[in-house]
């Protein structure tokens, strides 16, 4: 993790960024003293603030749980920003298990809207948080990898990290 070593305390409602080193890359952990609002794949870490808020360290210390195989589930505070089709979309991403994959339609059909699977996808697409909100965890209906923000070899990666921690 590269969030502030120093540990210093956040301004009230300072948004503010931290960088995490993975072994897929930075990722750049975005938000305030109250919630994470975006976590993105970076090609360098950003200049460091002087502080850094609590919400954004605990964020970057269960990624680094993460692909240390240690953490399977993301407890942190989250601010969506997002319709209201896209937040239901986002909160049955997260009831995705570790080390399992599901189809847009799977998705679809598990928020009530059965034949909206590219809308599904449209949502995947846009969510904010990557690897908390598990979009990696959603393939095609053929099994195939689509689209990921962070591109197809990090969801390979993301898919075949999950599998081997889980031993499926």
């Given at each position: ?49 002087d502080s850094i808020p609590e ?114």
């Open positions: 993790m590269s969030a502030n070593p120093a540990g210093k305390p956040a301004k009230k409602n300072h948004t503010a960024s931290a960088y995490c080193q993975t072994p897929i890359g930075f990722l750049r952990v975005s938000g305030n003293d109250k919630w994470i609002q975006a976590v993105e794949f970076c090609e360098q870490p950003g200049p460091q603030a919400p954004l360290l605990l964020a970057c210390r269960q990624i680094d749980e993460y692909f240390a195989g240690k953490r399977r589930k993301f407890e942190v505070p989250l601010s969506l920003r997002g319709t209201a089709f896209q937040k239901r979309v986002w909160a049955a991403l997260r009831k995705v298990p570790f080390g399992r994959t599901l189809s847009y339609g799977g998705i679809a059909r598990a928020i009530g809207h059965p034949y909206s699977g590219r809308a599904v996808g449209g949502a995947n697409h846009r969510n904010p948080v990557a690897i908390i909100v598990p979009c990696h965890r959603i393939i095609g209906h053929s099994g195939r990898l689509t689209g990921y923000g962070g591109g197809l070899w990090r969801k390979q990666w993301l898919l075949d990290h999950e599998k081997k921690v889980s031993g499926r």
